[in-house]
Nanobody, 117 residues
Framework: EVQLAESGGGLVQSGGSLRLSCAAS????????MSWVRQAPGKGLEWVSG????GSTSYVDSVKGRFTISRDSMLYLQMNSLKPEDTGVYYC??????????????WGQGTQVTVSS
């Protein structure tokens, strides 16, 4: 059974940092693309960052230079220079294949990030 478990969220002041982690189990983690997706209060889902099985990374423009995605046996999102607009629930997601064009097939339960101004 595939399981994704996020941790590391919390309350931080504007300009602060947080590191999100995602523990994955039930599949060969290194063989699949992964992403972080967030949902701000009252808004829709927004893709934030992704990493494929080869380690290539990508980011939404609003977080470039501030967030860093990485993976070893877990998935991480280092978030620096946080802004109030980064507030939301952050989800770890797994894709069905090695790249993001394979489509998301599993979601974690999410972790709340709140950035105060």
């Amino acid at each position: 059974e595939v399981q994704l478990a996020e941790s590391g969220g919390g309350l931080v002041q504007s300009g602060g940092s947080l590191r999100l982690s995602c523990a994955a189990s039930g599949f060969t983690f290194s063989s699949y693309a992964m992403s972080w997706v967030r949902q701000a209060p009252g808004k829709g889902l927004e893709w934030v960052s992704g990493i494929n099985s080869a380690g290539s990374t990508s980011y939404v423009d609003s977080v470039k230079g501030r967030f860093t995605i990485s993976r070893d046996s877990m998935l991480y999102l280092q978030m620096n220079s946080l802004k109030p607009e980064d507030t939301g629930v952050y989800y770890c997601v797994k894709y069905a294949g090695i790249g993001r064009n394979s489509g998301i097939d599993y979601w974690g339960q999410g972790t709340q990030v709140t950035v105060s101004s």
